[in-house]
């Protein structure tokens, strides 16, 4: 992709407990560093530290151009993760910096315009893969229409029906649970399943990267 080396991607983590010690930490998995090494392997990226409102003077401190909302942790079990990300969503729609959202990222873009998630069946998308209907009229891709496999791993989820307006939908699973979601008059998109955990990356993610979220730096 001839953007990446204008790339300052910042990706969120998740927090976990620290074994036998006393304490959280913020981690995030290595399957990130083989996704960027292979889609954006000239940019520069770094982890975002769970620091509640205080993480948009350390956006703005490096100056960073794309943010990477990335899974794990359901929303409402880590309130200091949940601020940190309500406030760089924030920061991103008022300030126009492009924005991907990965599993979590997509539910929590349903939470901030106001929508709901529940609870989806874990034997179609909890460590299983399955299909997906793609509208790339709605990313303006090509092509327009088509189905692929994804993998899946997590439990709360979002009924087609359910949609908060502000988001629209381009990839749909066969139960009619939303999978892809781009928001309206915004540069961010989001995806159900975990692209980082492909490898080598698939040719839709890829295509999905490089025509969209790329393309979106330069604006």
């Keep these: 992709m001839p953007v990446n080396n204008k790339l300052r991607i910042g990706i969120t983590m998740r927090i976990v407990n620290a074994g036998s010690y006393i304490e959280t930490r913020d981690a995030i998995a290595h399957d990130w560093l083989l996704f960027f090494n292979q889609v954006f392997p000239d940019s520069k990226w770094m982890p975002i530290p769970n620091m509640g409102e205080q993480v948009i003077n350390y956006l703005r401190g490096w100056d960073l151009n794309c943010i990477i909302i990335s899974g794990g942790n359901d929303l409402g079990c880590e309130p200091v993760r949940d601020t ?3 406030c760089l969503l924030d920061h991103a729609i008022k300030n126009s910096i492009p924005v991907f959202g990965v599993c979590r990222g997509l539910q929590l873009l349903q939470k901030y315009f ?18 997906v209907d793609i509208n790339g009229d709605i990313l303006q891709i090509k092509p327009v229409n088509e189905s692929i496999t994804v993998n899946s791993y997590h439990e709360w989820g979002i009924k087609e029906g359910a949609l908060s307006k502000e988001l629209d939908a381009f990839a749909i ?3 009619s649970y939303v999978e892809g979601v781009i928001v309206k008059n915004h540069r961010i998109l989001a995806v159900q399943w975990h692209p980082e955990r492909n490898n080598p990356v698939n040719d839709f ?3 999905l990267i490089d025509n969209v979220i790329g393309k979106w730096v330069l604006v």
């Design 114 to 131: 106001g929508g709901e998630v529940e609870r989806c069946p874990v034997d179609i998308h909890v460590a299983e893969t399955h299909k």
């Design 84 to 86: 940190t990300e309500m």
């Design 205 to 207: 993610d890829r295509k």
């Design 173 to 175: 699973s066969e139960d």
